[in-house]
Structure formats: structure tokens, C-alpha cells
T-cell receptor, first 118, second 113 residues
Framework: GAVVSQHPSWVICKSGTSVKIECRSLDFQATTMFWYRQFPKQSLMLMATSNEGSKATYEQGVEKDKFLINHASLTLSTLTVTSAHPEDSSFYIC??????????????FGPGTRLTVT | GENVEQHPSTLSVQEGDSAVIKCTYSDSASNYFPWYKQELGKGPQLIIDIRSNVGEKKDQRIAVTLNKTAKHFSLHITETQPEDSAVYFCAASRLDSNYQLIWGAGTKLIIKP
């Protein structure tokens, strides 16, 4: 149980274009989803937290107009990187949590999406 | 705010030996401490967690201990196997921050055959 998928697993795009990454909870309902960014050999950096049906809460320093997050249902959240530039190249990982019930503390992670902007 | 320190950054052990990774946290209100394993190119996988009302938890070859007084917790892996090679992250969180995870820097565990 507690499986989270991400699509695509990797993507290459040209500078100036936008890219959408999907995050789905496959066997549970995710009241909260998180988006992280990870640089090589570093820990995860939280970008934003989204609750189903609400606007995302962005961490300090993360541009909300550049990283658009939508959490329209209890099983799907999307991250759109708008007008991507080479410095946006990174490994993006989502996680999901069901705040109800006995497992409300646990976060389950997707497999990640490798974004390369050329 | 909360800060989590993790040591060592790299740990190399002989196959079959035990491995111990240690973390310390600064916020005494933290009450949930998960450990994640991340293989190269993949997302983190929750392997074990402990809550502040418990001192130790074990799951087969993996165990976690928590010392609330000293504010540190440790991951213990016994009888290590090649597939245990990965990066391990500890994290701390608390109820009134909506269990947002504060991450350690990670430990690269290398199992030598």
C-alpha cells in the first residue's frame, strides 16, 4: 500500500518552454501533497505544500508564478515549471500524505522526475 | 527553527557487519522521526519510523532508537547486504507544524562485498 507515482520520470525541454509533472497517489487519498527539489548529493528541499482544493503554500524563496502547483483532487497534484531555464534543471520529487486516520504523520514519496532544460 | 544533523556523511561497512547512522535534532517538541532510504535516481522510501512515546522500534534487520532527553535518534542495520547500499535520510517533525519534515543531510552507506 501507499504507492505514489510520478509522470514523466524524465523530461528534456528547451529553455523558455513549460513542463508539467504529475503526481498521483494510487491506493490512498492524499489530503496533502508536497513538492521537493533535490540537487545532486544533497538532501531534499521542500518547495511547496498543497492541500486538496486549496492554494499551495510555497516555501521562502520559491517563486509561485514560476512553479505552479495544482491539487485538484485527492489523488492528483501537478507541478508546472513555467518558462523553464537551465538553472531549473533538477530532480523533482513529490510526496503524499493522508492527514486523516492513524497514518497521518507518514509521507510517501514518488519516484521523482529528472528535468533537464537545454 | 528545527535543525537536524546527521552523521556520518559516508559509511562503509563489510557485508554482514552492522551499520549505525546517528541524527540529532534541536526542537524538543518534535515527536515523529522517520528514516528514508534513497537509491540512485529514485525517490525516498520510508523504511522505519518512531514516535516520541517509544524508545526503540525494530523491523527485521532494521531498528531505530530514540533518546528524547539527549534529542538524538539512530538507525541500526544488522547483517548488512549489498542491497542495503543507498543514501539514508533521517527527518524530524511535529504536530503543530503539520508534520512537515526537517531533513538530515543524508548518509551514503556503502556495503563492501
Amino acid at each position: 500500500g501507499a504507492v505514489v507515482s510520478q509522470h514523466p520520470s524524465w523530461v528534456i525541454c528547451k529553455s523558455g518552454t513549460s513542463v508539467k509533472i504529475e503526481c498521483r497517489s494510487l491506493d490512498f487519498q492524499a489530503t496533502t501533497m508536497f513538492w521537493y527539489r533535490q540537487f545532486p548529493k544533497q538532501s531534499l528541499m521542500l518547495m511547496a505544500t498543497s492541500n486538496e482544493g486549496s492554494k499551495a503554500t510555497y516555501e521562502q524563496g520559491v517563486e509561485k508564478d514560476k512553479f505552479l502547483i495544482n491539487h485538484a483532487s485527492l489523488t492528483l497534484s501537478t507541478l508546472t515549471v513555467t518558462s523553464a531555464h537551465p538553472e531549473d534543471s533538477s530532480f523533482y520529487i513529490c510526496s503524499a500524505r493522508d492527514q486523516r486516520g492513524t497514518r497521518r504523520k507518514e509521507q510517501y514519496f514518488g519516484p521523482g522526475t529528472r528535468l533537464t532544460v537545454t | 527553527g528545527e535543525n537536524v544533523e546527521q552523521h556520518p556523511s559516508t559509511l562503509s561497512v563489510q557485508e554482514g557487519d552492522s551499520a549505525v547512522i546517528k541524527c540529532t535534532y534541536s526542537d524538543s517538541a518534535s515527536n515523529y522521526f522517520p528514516w528514508y532510504k534513497q537509491e540512485l535516481g529514485k525517490g525516498p522510501q520510508l523504511i522505519i519510523d518512531i514516535r516520541s512515546n517509544v524508545g526503540e522500534k525494530k523491523d527485521q534487520r532494521i531498528a531505530v532508537t530514540l533518546n528524547k532527553t539527549a534529542k538524538h535518534f539512530s538507525l541500526h542495520i544488522t547483517e548488512t547486504q549489498p542491497e542495503d547500499s543507498a543514501v539514508y535520510f533521517c527527518a524530524a517533525s511535529r504536530l503543530d507544524s503539520n508534520y512537515q519534515l526537517i531533513w538530515g543531510a543524508g548518509t551514503k552507506l556503502i556495503i563492501k562485498p
